[in-house]
């Protein structure tokens, strides 16, 4: 971590880091929920909807696989809702389920060891990890805790933890919980789901969505680093106003609100096989 320098407090870099730490949660709540059960015409009208949109294009930067995804998405949303919903249950049951082989691991440790055993050494990494945030697997040895599934619900709560911190004006917290996040998505997340990308994709015979889907986190994870990097060290550099964190203007608090609310909505759905992936609070 580099040494704190303060420097004048723009309220605009505030509230355009609570724009990304806004579309993160989104985000990463939204690849839990395709990853972690069986597709609903109700998930897929949350991954086709203004929501999701919105959400890439505040993370989308330069990036030019994520203006892809936009595409993507426009190209799905051409098709029959209803169609579109089954085609993509079939595919997640061949994806993540079963019967029969699967295209690819979903989880980190076979990446790393090349061994198909279902608990390994960084399992149990992850698994502390969890535990350090108090959280755990709801259906605790159920699944691998370094399922991507249950990845991106751990990283959907810390972005939770850290809009919080934001709003609060804690920013030397803020700091270091946006620092720990990006070693998480560096150390778990980044290392191995581009192979997990090019494996599915090169042994899927017909593809519906979720090899892009996948493709498209192993691209943000990368974006996602590079934002957190830069929110921390903002964040451990700016000098608050005695005052505190300035009020919203009206436009930003509504539309922060209605993407808030979007979330929520989210949030709520429910899935088959869901819960074999979800974290609970438990007392550390």
């Not at 921390?232 to 005052?243: I, S």
């Amino acid at each position: 971590m580099s040494e704190t320098t303060a420097v004048t407090f723009d309220p605009a870099d505030a509230w355009g880091l609570e724009a990304l730490l806004i579309s993160r949660v989104r985000l990463y709540t939204l690849f839990h929920k395709l990853f972690g059960g069986n597709t609903t015409p109700e998930l897929i009208d949350e991954l086709l909807g203004q929501g999701t949109q919105d959400a890439i294009e505040e993370v989308a930067g330069g990036a030019v696989e994520m203006q892809n995804l936009l595409g993507f998405l426009n190209d799905l949303r051409k098709r029959d809702r209803s169609e579109l919903a089954d085609t993509a249950k079939d595919e997640y049951t061949r994806q993540f389920v079963g019967p029969g082989t699967l295209p690819a691991p979903a989880t980190e440790s076979p990446y790393l060891t090349r061994d198909a055993s279902t608990v390994q050494e960084n399992t149990l990494l992850v698994r502390m990890e969890y535990r350090m945030y108090g959280l755990q697997a709801k259906r605790f040895q159920r699944v691998p805790e370094d399922h991507v599934a249950m990845m991106c619900s751990f990283m959907a709560s810390r972005a939770k933890k850290a809009l919080q911190l934001l709003r609060a004006g804690t920013l030397p917290e803020l700091g270091q919980e946006l620092y720990d996040e990006r070693a998480f998505v560096v150390n778990h997340m980044a290392n191995w789901l581009p192979e997990f990308a090019k494996l599915t994709r090169n042994h899927t015979k017909t593809t519906v969505m979720f090899p892009q889907l996948i493709e498209a986190l192993s691209v943000f994870v990368n974006v996602d680093a590079t934002m957190l990097a830069e929110g921390a060290y903002w964040a451990e550099q700016v000098e608050l106003p005695e005052a505190g964190m300035p009020a919203l203007p009206d436009e930003l608090a509504e539309s922060f609100a209605q993407a808030e609310q979007g979330i929520g909505a989210l949030e709520a759905i429910r899935l088959v096989g869901l819960e074999d992936v979800e974290l609970i609070a438990v007392e550390n």
